[in-house]
C-alpha cells in the first residue's frame, strides 16, 4: 500500500509528491536473547521515514532491553534505536524508532511521540533486526514507510 503526501513547503511554485511505501509486519514473538529479522532490504538503498512497534502479546514480567539495528549484507551494523527495557509491557503499547540510535520510544498504549525534527534513516541492503537482551514471552507487530532510493529497491516483511 502507499500514500502521497504533498509537500508544498518547498521553494519553487509547483508541489512536490513524495510517496511513502507502507509494508506491516504481523504480530511475531520475540526473539531468545538474540537478533531476529523484522523487514528485509533488497535492491538497493531505502530512506525509512518511520518505524513503529505494537505490543500484541503483552511482554513478560522481567527485565529485557530492545532495540532496532540495521544489519546490511556488506558492512558494520549500526542501531536505528538503542536499548528500551520492555519488561511488562501491556498489550497495544507502542514503539517508535527515531531512527538517530538514539533509545527506542516506548509509551503505553495511548501515543508515541519522538523529539523535534523529522526522523529518517538511509538504510542499505539487509535486514532491519530487532534484538532482546533476554529471553521474555510476548509479540509485537511493526510497521515502516519507506521510500526506495535505488530503483528496485524495496522492503518486505520478514
Request: one cysteine or more; proline letters at 4%; a negative charge.
Amino acid at each position: 500500500m502507499a500514500f502521497l503526501i504533498k509537500n508544498a513547503r518547498q521553494a519553487q511554485q509547483s508541489p512536490v509528491l513524495d510517496q511513502w511505501i507502507r509494508v506491516h509486519r504481523a504480530g511475531a514473538s520475540l526473539p531468545a536473547t538474540t537478533a531476529g529479522a523484522i523487514f528485509t532490504v533488497r535492491g538497493g538503498r531505502v530512506l525509512i521515514k518511520l518505524l513503529i512497534g505494537e505490543v500484541t502479546t503483552v511482554i513478560q514480567s522481567q527485565a529485557c532491553n530492545l532495540k532496532v539495528t540495521a544489519n546490511p549484507t556488506v558492512g558494520t551494523s549500526v542501531d536505528l534505536s538503542s536499548n528500551l527495557d520492555i519488561n511488562a509491557d501491556e498489550v497495544g503499547c507502542l514503539y517508535l524508532s527515531e531512527l538517530d540510535g538514539t533509545a527506542l520510544v516506548g509509551a503505553d498504549a495511548g501515543a508515541a511521540m519522538s523529539g523535534p525534527g523529522t526522523p529518517a534513516a538511509v538504510v542499505n541492503v539487509g535486514t532491519i533486526d530487532i534484538e532482546t537482551a533476554a529471553t521474555n514471552t510476548g509479540a509485537i507487530k511493526w510497521t515502516i514507510f519507506y521510500l526506495p532510493l535505488d530503483p528496485g529497491a524495496n522492503v518486505i516483511a520478514a
